[in-house]
Structures are given as structure tokens and as C-alpha cells.
């Protein structure tokens, strides 16, 4: 299906946040998910389901000023 | 006598606030906390680059260090209220520093849609430190929006230029009842120390501490900066004459 991460489109396999964030090799730990518009805290990420057309962030904390 | 900043239900003790970015090596940044004494430092918050894969700078911050997220990227009010948002949820606490920008040239803040999101933040509790191109009416207006401080930039971001609107901060400093925090522009221990003479109640300094060779030692010397600084203030600095006062008798002479 497809859908939208990080403002770009992706066609995925995986049906939930977590299965999305680990296919990407990312550390669990690290991330801020937002899907369409709303924070999905971490305790969710494995029962929360992706939907065709869903927009993700996927975020982390940087060094900024 | 205790001299301590509050701001929002915070007390601060130490008045230099720093930030994250550019620095060489994240790793650096605990020993330049504990060097410099700073309780309270600034993060952004980006999308992940999947090519480099995610970061996370709040493992680098010790505890008892206060994060300060700021809305770096936004362009409008939406935005940074969202970022604002996000890093609430994000488990950050309530303090947020605005920055709107759409100058890419000078990084100018947009003090109008600061404006706007410092109204809709600090309604839902957030601790407002708006960013703001310094201007005495709208100090007032985020006073009146709900701000726990102002943050009037002293030059350009990352310039190192020093506090070129001065005159500006100065009537900011003297005419609102919310904390002052010169942030941007801020490139040598002396500009710090200025900021503090002049009567502001803290300085944010990034650039000039993350990319000091030794950014350790430089937080030091910007600690002790605005400590003279501050001391002077309070110790009350003499007036400025165009002639000269002897300070030695001008009577007894020797001759």
C-alpha cells in the first residue's frame, strides 16, 4: 500500500509502526512518530496499524540553537 | 543574598543557557555543561534521514540539565505550534523557544507569527520563550500573550557579532517585568559580559561555545562572563561623563 513518510510516498508492506520503524533499521529508542497529525506514543507503535494513504513522521531530537 | 532566574516554575542559578547544535562531537556536550555550570540547553526536532540514520541528542543531556526545544524550521504560527506540540508529547516538559523564520539570509524572526503562537502556547501551559527581532511594542504584546520571557536577538545567528541592537534591548530590558535572554549574535565572552551589564537576566550562546576548538573551556570562560557580568549590574556600574574625574586628590601637590 502506499503512504506517506516524511512527506514522501512510499509503497510498504509492513502493517504496523513498529514493523515500519525496524524494515528501516532505525533505533526504536530514538524516534518521535506523529501519524496524521497525531503523536503515537511508544507502548503503541506495535498495535497501532498502518492504512493506505496514512502520513507518518518520523522524527528524532537534533542539536539545534 | 540569592540571585537566582526564575522563569516559568523554574529557578536557575546559573545564567549562561546554551544549545546543541554544531558541535564537533555530541559527545562533548556533558563536559561542557558541567565546565560551564549551564542548566538549561536547547534541541530541534527534525524528520530522520534514513540514509544516516536516527540520532538521539537528549542521551548526551544529563538529567538535571533543563531541555529547551525550539521550533527551528517553522516558517508560520501552525508550524511552530506543532513542533511546540510534538515535543511536549515527546515527554520534553513545557518549556519551548519559538522561532519562526523565513529569512534564510539573516535568520530574522517573524515577530508577528511569534506572536500568534506565543498566545496559543501559553494558553495551554507551555513556557514561552518567544525568539523575537527586538522591538519594545511587541515585548509588550508577548508579555500580554502569556510569555515567560523574551529572547531579543543581539546580531544575526551564529554571526558572532556581538550585541549590535544594543539601544533596543536596553529600553526591552528596562521596560518589561518578564525575564530577558539576549540569544543569537553572542561570539566572545565579552559580548556575554555586556549583555549582563546591561542589565539582561540571561544569554543564550551556541554557536561560539560549539564551535570554539575547545568547547569545554569556552563554556567556562562564558560562564565566568556572565557572572562578572551580572556582579557588575547588581554592584550598580558608574555613569559615563565626557570629562575626566580625578581619582587621585587634586590638592597637596608635591611641588
Redesign the interface.
Given at each position: 500500500m502506499e503512504v506517506i513518510v516524511n512527506g514522501k510516498i512510499e509503497e510498504i508492506e509492513s502493517e504496523t509502526i513498529l514493523k515500519l520503524i525496524l524494515g528501516k533499521s532505525l533505533n526504536p529508542n530514538t524516534l518521535v512518530i506523529e501519524m496524521n497529525g497525531k503523536i503515537i506514543i511508544k507502548d503503541n507503535w506495535e498495535n497501532t496499524k498502518i492504512k493506505q494513504n496514512d502520513k507518518i513522521e518520523i522524527l528524532n531530537f537534533v542539536g539545534g540553537g | 543574598m540569592s540571585d537566582n532566574l526564575k522563569i516559568g516554575n523554574m529557578e536557575f542559578t546559573n545564567r549562561l543557557f546554551t544549545?546543541?547544535?554544531?558541535?564537533s562531537s555530541?559527545s562533548i556536550i556533558p563536559d561542557m555543561l558541567k565546565a560551564s555550570g549551564s542548566e538549561m540547553i536547547?534541541?530541534?526536532?527534525?524528520?530522520?534521514d534514513?540514509e544516516a540514520?536516527?540520532?538521539?541528542?537528549?542521551?548526551f543531556i544529563p538529567k538535571n540539565v533543563i531541555i529547551l526545544?525550539?521550533t527551528?524550521g517553522a516558517r508560520t504560527c501552525d508550524e511552530a505550534v506543532?513542533i511546540a506540540?510534538?515535543?511536549r508529547?515527546?515527554g520534553?516538559g513545557d518549556f519551548i523557544k519559538i522561532e519562526i523564520i523565513t529569512d534564510t539570509k539573516y535568520l530574522m524572526p517573524d515577530n508577528e507569527e511569534t506572536l500568534k503562537a506565543t498566545k496559543i502556547l501559553s494558553a495551554e501551559g507551555f513556557i514561552v520563550l518567544p525568539y523575537i527581532m527586538p522591538d519594545l511594542t511587541y515585548s509588550y504584546k508577548l508579555v500580554d500573550a502569556g510569555a515567560s520571557a523574551v529572547m531579543p536577538l543581539g546580531s544575526p545567528?551564529?554571526s558572532n557579532r556581538g550585541i549590535k541592537l544594543k539601544e533596543i534591548i536596553e529600553m526591552i530590558i528596562e521596560n518589561i517585568e518578564i525575564p530577558v535572554i539576549v540569544d543569537?549574535g553572542i561570539g566572545r565572552p565579552s559580548h556575554a559580559a555586556e549583555a549582563m551589564e546591561m542589565g539582561a537576566d540571561a544569554v543564550?550562546v551556541?554557536?561560539a561555545i560549539?564551535v570554539a576548538k575547545d568547547p569545554v573551556t569556552m563554556g567556562r570562560a562564558f560562564s565566568m562572563a556572565v557572572q562578572a557580568g551580572r556582579m557588575a549590574y547588581l554592584a550598580k556600574i558608574g555613569e559615563e561623563t565626557r570629562t575626566a574625574n580625578a581619582s587621585s586628590p587634586l590638592t597637596g601637590f608635591l611641588r
Open positions: - | 544549545g546543541t547544535g554544531k558541535f555530541r536547547t534541541v530541534a526536532l527534525r524528520r530522520v534514513f540514520g536516527s540520532e538521539n541528542i537528549l542521551e526545544p525550539n527551528s506543532r506540540r510534538i515535543a508529547e515527546a520534553l545567528i551564529g543569537a543564550l551556541n554557536t560549539s
